[in-house]
């Protein structure tokens, strides 16, 4: 079995070296080529995996047709924005039997569409399936026990990417429910931003956090049910489980934009710092745009976007956000 990775940044390291590791052959395709060279020389990343070896079996290219034309399984691992802008040069070089995995959580701002859509749209023939849940990649790539949902409409399918990826520290679930497996990952983005700018006052109480995470929570699934998926799919790992985790985590790039909200930076400050807005931004404006189209009411995430864009203070959204919401 050939695998293929694309993208080996902090996510996609992670999970072509837990794959490695399981005993399996994986080419990963790299836009950084200082990285590429430093995977095949010295089987290190040190930018974005710092002081983890990584296996032999792990080799990484700048040529993106070699791991569309000789994978059987291709994991896609790079931001949403680049997911569009990156494969549609090879669309008709995909093999049609290749399985595709998703991994990125975002929308892309430029089409309004999923990474998960991208794709579809993209390679028509091909079966794809999302990957997602509580995966902090610098936890697991330490062999912290790991639990993720793979979804998918393939049995098959799913038990052939489960057994590249399930050993005694990382575990998969099944679900058909690939629209909520992926809104679960992508709308958990926006509440993370918010949680860092609670941080960023000082506002971290458990109590506090419990209640803002738990209407976070009920935000999410009244949005994704009314964008088709299944609510039951945000009770579990994909969704609790993600909004968990990525909130509770130091690593979160959303949480951290929050925290620099909180000390007033403006967005092209907060840009400059962190050399990209984080995926929550663009899932933000999309998603309030949408929710407008359905009708759905998301007084969390609009609060958010008024802090964003200078409409309300934070002390302000606070204070609404406690009178208003925790009731
Ligand atoms: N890091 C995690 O713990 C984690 C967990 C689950 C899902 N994800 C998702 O995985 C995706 C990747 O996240 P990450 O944390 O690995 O990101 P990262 O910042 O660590 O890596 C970015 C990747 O994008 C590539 N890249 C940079 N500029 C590019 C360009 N112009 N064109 C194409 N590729 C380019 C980089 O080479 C690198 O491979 C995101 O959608 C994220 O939501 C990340």
Redesign the pocket.
């Not at 691992?77 to 949403?80: D, K, Q, V």
């Given at each position: 079995m050939r695998v293929g990775m694309i993208?080996?940044?902090?996510?996609?390291s992670a999970i072509a070296n837990l794959i490695a590791g399981n005993g399996y052959e994986v080419l990963g395709w790299?836009?950084?080529a200082d990285i590429v060279q430093e995977i095949n020389s010295d089987h290190l990343n040190s930018r974005?995996l710092p002081d983890i070896d990584l296996h032999e079996n792990l080799s990484a290219t700048s040529e993106l047709q070699k791991v569309a034309g000789q994978s059987q399984i291709i994991f896609v691992?790079?931001?949403?924005a680049?997911v569009k802008?990156?494969l549609e040069p090879i669309r008709y070089q995909m093999n049609k039997d290749s399985v595709l995995v998703n991994?990125?959580?975002?929308i892309d701002g430029k089409t309004g569409l999923t990474s998960y859509q991208t794709l579809s749209l993209l390679f028509p023939g091909n079966s794809i399936l999302m990957l997602s849940g509580p995966?902090?990649?610098?936890e697991f790539a330490r062999n912290m026990p790991t639990v993720v949902v793979l979804a998918g409409e393939h049995r098959q399918d799913l038990l052939s990417v489960a057994r590249l990826l399930d050993n005694n520290c990382f575990r998969t679930r099944f679900s058909d429910d690939t629209t909520g497996v992926e809104l679960g990952g992508i709308l958990k983005n926006i509440y993370t931003i918010g949680l860092g700018l609670f941080d960023g006052k000082d506002i971290t109480s458990v109590n506090f956090r419990a209640a803002y995470l738990t209407i976070a929570m009920e935000e999410i699934a009244k949005m994704g049910s009314a964008m088709g998926a299944r609510i039951e799919t945000f009770l579990y790992l994909a969704g609790i489980g993600d909004l968990l985790a990525t909130s509770l985590s130091e690593?979160s790039h959303n949480r951290k934009m929050g925290t620099y909200l909180a000390q007033g930076l403006s967005l092209d400050e907060i840009r400059s710092k962190m050399g990209v807005l984080p995926?929550g931004y663009n899932t933000l404006q999309i998603i309030l745009y949408v929710a407008e189209k359905l009708h759905v009411s998301m007084p969390l995430a609009k609060g958010l976007w008024d802090v964003i864009h200078g409409r309300y203070d934070a002390e302000y959204f606070i204070e609404s956000f406690i009178k208003d919401f925790v009731v």
């Open positions: 993208g080996l940044g902090n996510m996609g790299e836009y950084n974005y691992a790079i931001p949403s680049f802008p990156t991994m990125a959580k975002g995966t902090i990649a610098n690593h995926e």
